[in-house]
């Protein structure tokens, strides 16, 4: 076993303090990686503070793991010690299920097993990436590429491989008129890729103060949504709006911005339900759908895809300790566009 430090959640309501832990010693299948970055997930914050429900404590949260490869197990044939790598939401699947073996292990039939807040097949705990060091097996573990700042490449391994696996999903491309709604995170991962794939993009944003970042990131256009004669004047205009707002809201709002046959991609996960309006549907015959990170095979995709196309989240890199005032900020909106903790911080 190997002592591991760490910050923790012990409680819903408790801000997160150091803890101390032990990883599993490395298995013939197993790398052990000592963490040099790990972005910081609105999601993060939605299980520590058990908005979903069934969050398990102590919880060590981090999904957007970055860092360098110390041991390697005895069957492990496609790692060196020494080489970066990255691990992303889920740390292991049950393998046999048709989303499986569909390289979807994300829509495991049986669950996908959490990066944290989630149990092992042993049904221990997992603890995730505000911590020193992880082990995990290989074929849940991703390549970095040397060529990108990786504290830039951290957040891919949510942020963006969840905007990036619906954006191709739908073929989004050229001659496509498409919005990102809410500029957090994922929106601005959302605005590289979807601008990369030859898109028209919109920025629908409750920030003013983003729209030169929006412009800057890579989007066209940009439009205030509490601003009502704007999202009037948007009524009709989009193929495909993608949907990353944290906090609850009223979908028909942006239902009503597709034009016909459009489809809105709701990637958020608000504690609470919304209505969805048949008439918003039926007039022009739209869409809603969901879509949940990536699989291993199109994280991989994704990461070769950023390192060909150098493309990185705009980071602000801060100190473990200062990530209950990160969380404040993220609720306010107040992210540009995603924090990422500096693990040398922890040692
Ligand atoms: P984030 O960085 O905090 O960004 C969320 C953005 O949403 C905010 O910056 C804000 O943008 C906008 N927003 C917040 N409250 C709003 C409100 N009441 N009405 C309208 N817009 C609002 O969060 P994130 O890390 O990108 O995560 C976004 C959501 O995606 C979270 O719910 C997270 O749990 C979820 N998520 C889902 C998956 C998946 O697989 N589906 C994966 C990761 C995360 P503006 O200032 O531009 O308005
Ligand atoms: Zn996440
Ligand atoms: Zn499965």
């Known amino acids: 076993m190997t002592p591991i430090n760490a910050y923790a959640a012990q409680s819903a309501t408790t801000p997160l303090t150091p803890f101390n832990f032990e990883r599993r010693d490395v298995g013939a299948n197993d790398v052990q990686i000592e963490i040099l970055y790990c972005g910081v997930c609105h999601s993060d914050i939605h299980q520590v503070r058990n908005e979903w429900g069934g969050s398990i404590y102590p919880m060590v949260p981090g999904h957007e793991i970055v860092g360098r490869i110390t041991k390697i197990g005895s069957d492990v044939k496609d790692f060196t010690i020494g080489e970066l790598a990255g691990v992303g939401c889920f740390v292991d699947s049950c393998r046999e299920c048709p989303s499986c073996l569909a390289h979807e292990e994300q829509y495991c039939d049986n669950g996908m097993v959490g990066t944290y807040n989630g149990r092992d097949k042993e049904g221990n705990p997992t603890y995730g990436g505000y911590s020193t060091q992880i082990v995990v097996d290989a074929k849940y573990t991703l390549h970095v590429a040397d060529s990108l700042p990786i504290e830039g490449v951290a957040p891919l391994l949510c942020a963006g491989i969840t905007t990036y696996s619906p954006l191709r999903h739908w073929n989004i491309g050229k001659g496509h008129k498409v919005a990102v709604v809410g500029l957090g995170g994922l929106g601005h991962m959302a605005v590289k890729f979807a601008a990369a794939?030859?898109?028209?993009?919109t920025v629908l944003s409750t920030s003013k103060s983003k729209e030169?970042?929006?412009l800057n990131l890579g989007a066209h256009h940009f439009a205030v949504t509490k601003d009502a004669d704007t999202m009037k004047k948007l009524q009709g205009k989009f193929d495909f709006i993608l949907s990353t707002i944290s906090a609850s809201h009223e979908y028909n709002d942006?239902?009503?911005?597709?034009?016909l046959n459009g489809t809105m991609v709701v990637v958020?996960?608000?504690?609470q339900p919304s209505v969805v309006g048949a008439f918003n549907l039926i007039g022009k015959r739209r869409s809603i759908a969901g879509s949940l990170i990536g699989g291993i095979k199109e994280t991989q995709e994704m990461l070769d895809y950023c390192a060909e196309h150098n493309i990185v989240s705009d980071v602000e890199v801060i100190k473990v300790s200062s990530i209950n005032e990160a969380y404040e900020r993220m609720l306010k909106g107040d992210v540009h566009y995603r924090f990422v903790i500096d693990i040398a911080s922890l040692k």
């Open 197 to 201: 794939f030859g898109a028209d993009v």
């Open 212 to 214: 030169q970042d929006a």
């Open 254 to 259: 942006y239902l009503n911005l597709l034009t």
């Open 268 to 271: 958020g996960v608000p504690p």
